[in-house]
């Protein structure tokens, strides 16, 4: 919510600052910074940075849902746990579908 509220504005430098401080890391702060690219409009390292966080957390729906959002590659893993999600959701609706 702070990204989008600062994103373009003269105080998006502290965005910058936020996401640099040494109390944060973490690939929840490389998720910042991917939204604060994209925000920016620099959907590559966008790309690059949420691909960087789904190597670290590779089954998060929160990256898979940004990486599909911005159309970044998935690495292995990451495509792993898709392919195996989609499989269980397929199996899910075929039970689940009403007759």
Known sequence: MLAGHL?????AGLLDRLVSHRALAGPQVTFVR??????AGD????RRLIRD???????SYEFHDFAL???ADLP????????????????IDVVVQPE
Do not use: F, N, V, Y
Request: proline content about 5%; charged content about 30%.
């Open 53 to 59: 966080g789904l190597e670290e957390l590779p089954g």
């Open 34 to 39: 991917a939204l604060i690219a994209r925000l």
């Open 7 to 11: 994103a373009g504005t003269d105080d």
């Open 43 to 46: 959907l590559d390292s966008a």
């Open 76 to 91: 292995p893993r990451a495509r792993q746990i898709a392919d195996e999600r989609s499989r269980a959701q397929a199996l």
């Open 69 to 71: 959002e911005i159309g």
